[in-house]
T-cell receptor
């Protein structure tokens, strides 16, 4: 079964509103989680690295004030898309590092549609 | 940035072995090679990873060349459900995963 879970799997929101996506590690504690975005027929693009108890590290070109990341516990990271715009419509995927197995596991992904 | 090169697409007959190559000529000594696959509209699924030695698990085998500049993922008996995009990624113990374009594998009946 899945070891990293995302919620919601699909969400539709209106332009200008904010939407939160949750990422949970189910079987292990994850001090580090990662958020990706994927547009149709393209590869995954790393947006940011989420560190438990500290600020996230954002990739170049990703607006930190628009994509708010919170990693308040060892099993939960959240991504909040603020002032959503139709261009933010995408497939958002999180992943979490299992240090014991030296492996990164991915969530099922969340489809965001901004109308 | 992605540090790997993979063919854009491959076909494989059902029941045959699928051999997916990956070049990572700039790999450093402490970087691992990871393989994931992504079926349409799902998150990537972990397949296997290795550092120097060849690895095998219930899903696949990973063959890493002695100079570590390339590797091959082997699916021993491909099924239709193995149709997916396969990503080869190199990463050291502290860094993130950066995805390349991957190989789109189509298993043909």
């Amino acid at each position: 079964g899945a070891v990293v879970s995302q919620h919601p799997s699909r969400v539709i929101c209106k332009s200008g509103t904010s939407v939160k996506i949750e990422c949970r590690s189910l079987d292990f504690q994850a001090t580090t989680m990662f958020w990706y975005r994927q547009f149709p027929k393209q590869s995954l693009m790393l947006m940011a690295t989420s560190n438990e108890g500290s600020k996230a590290t954002y990739e170049q070109g990703v607006e930190k004030d628009k994509f708010l990341i919170n990693h308040a516990s060892l099993t939960l990271s959240t991504l909040t898309v603020t002032s959503a715009h139709p261009e933010d419509s995408s497939f958002y995927i999180c992943s979490a590092r299992d240090h014991l197995l030296n492996t990164i596991y991915f969530g099922e992904g969340s489809w965001l549609t901004v109308v | 940035d992605a540090k790997t090169t993979q063919p854009t697409s491959m076909d494989c007959a059902e029941g045959r072995a699928a051999n997916l190559p990956c070049n990572h000529s700039t790999i450093s000594g402490n970087e691992y090679v990871y393989w994931y696959r992504q079926i349409h509209s799902q998150g990537p699924q972990y397949i296997i990873h290795g550092l120097k030695n060849n690895e095998t698990n219930e899903m696949a085998s990973l063959i890493i060349t002695e100079d570590r500049k390339s590797s091959t993922l082997i699916l021993p008996h491909a099924t239709l459900r193995d149709t997916a995009v396969y990503y080869c990624i190199v990463r050291d113990s502290g860094n993130q995963f950066y995805f390349g374009t991957g190989t789109s594998l189509t298993v043909i009946p």
